[in-house]
């Protein structure tokens, strides 16, 4: 891999999951618009899964040619969300502004843009949905499928990329798990 790094196996595993045997590079990413880097398993203090995806808001599909990249929110802090329930992400945005101003709250959703874009609409909260219909990015950050089970679960990845806090069961009312993320957040922005 020329300008890449060497991959551990578990690096090497996760790249088998994110482009099949057989596939021609950027096959999956010409198919999806998804691509994924990953370098070993996501834990905290260790370097983000690199992301690009499509996504949408309240307001509509993003623009087709300025896919969701993390690596373009370098500077600031970025919640990846899995498997959020569509009540906790309505509690979250409606604390989002006033709790955790300027940090970038990304939820991944298994769902292809056009029903990612009725979702969006339908929940009316002010984060990105990031269309990941075959679960590529889910599995980057060891996700489960959406849909709730055992709550939802955060990373929070500070302005320098990093990984810097992991928070797993957040589900729609539970005060104490909600304040935890927020002060999360705001810690890996230097707030």
């Known amino acids: 891999m020329p300008g890449g790094r060497l991959l551990g196996v578990a690096g090497v595993a996760a790249l088998l999951v994110a482009a099949p045997p057989g596939a021609r ?3 999956a990413q010409e198919r999806t618009g998804i691509r994924v880097r990953i370098v070993g398993a996501p ?10 995806a499509p996504y949408v808001t309240r307001a509509g599909p993003g623009p087709a040619d300025q896919p969701f990249r993390l690596s373009a929110e370098l500077g600031r802090a970025v919640i990846i969300l899995i498997g959020a329930e569509d ?4 509690e979250l945005g409606a604390r989002a502004d ?3 101003p300027g940090i970038q709250v990304a939820v991944l959703v298994r769902e292809d843009v056009a029903r990612a874009a009725e979702h969006a609409a339908a929940l009316d909260i002010p984060f990105k ?5 075959g679960g590529e990015i889910h599995r980057s950050f060891g996700g489960r499928d959406a849909g709730g089970r055992g709550g939802a679960t955060a990373w929070v990845v500070n302005s320098l990329g990093t990984i810097e806090a992991k928070l797993e069961g957040m589900v729609a009312g539970d005060v104490s798990r909600m304040a935890r993320l927020e002060t999360m957040a705001r810690a890996a922005a230097g707030r």
Do not use: I, K, T
Request: no cysteine; charged share 30%.
């Open 129 to 133: 949905l990031l269309a990941d219909p």
């Open 98 to 100: 006033s709790a955790m």
């Open 43 to 52: 834990a905290v203090g260790r370097e983000a899964p690199q992301v690009e």
């Open 87 to 90: 009540e906790f992400l309505r």
């Open 25 to 27: 590079e950027g096959a």
